[in-house]
């Protein structure tokens, strides 16, 4: 017999959007883009189609926005890094 774990509570996508941008310091817009235009985040969707964010998505902003803003990467090279580090964990 076959159990199902619950989702971590890092998992549980709890966040709007605009609580996101007020969490993280980035503007809802660039997040938006950050997830449509460059495929960095995945967020949850209510059955509204409204955006939900979990602590683990939060975590994932901040440190986009470190990599661009203070490493000095391009939003290409985070997503060619996201996409090496998620390959190595065999995600």
């Known amino acids: 017999m076959k159990t199902t774990e619950a989702p971590a ?3 549980l996508p709890i966040y709007p ?4 941008a007020r969490l993280t310091g980035v503007d809802a ?3 938006r883009a950050w997830e449509s235009q460059y495929g960095l985040l995945r967020p949850a969707r209510t059955r509204g189609g ?3 964010f979990s602590q683990r998505d939060l975590d ?3 440190r986009i926005k470190h990599l661009i803003d203070e490493e ?6 985070v997503r ?3 996409e090496a580090e998620s390959a190595a964990h065999g995600e």
């Not at 959007?17 to 996101?20: A, E």
């Not at 000095?72 to 090279?77: H, M, N, S, T, Y």
């Open 72 to 77: 000095g990467l391009r939003l290409q090279g």
């Open 17 to 20: 959007i605009r609580t996101v």
């Open 29 to 31: 817009r660039r997040i």
């Open 80 to 82: 060619l890094l996201l």
């Open 9 to 11: 509570a890092s998992d």
């Open 50 to 52: 409204h955006r939900l």
């Open 60 to 62: 994932l902003i901040r």
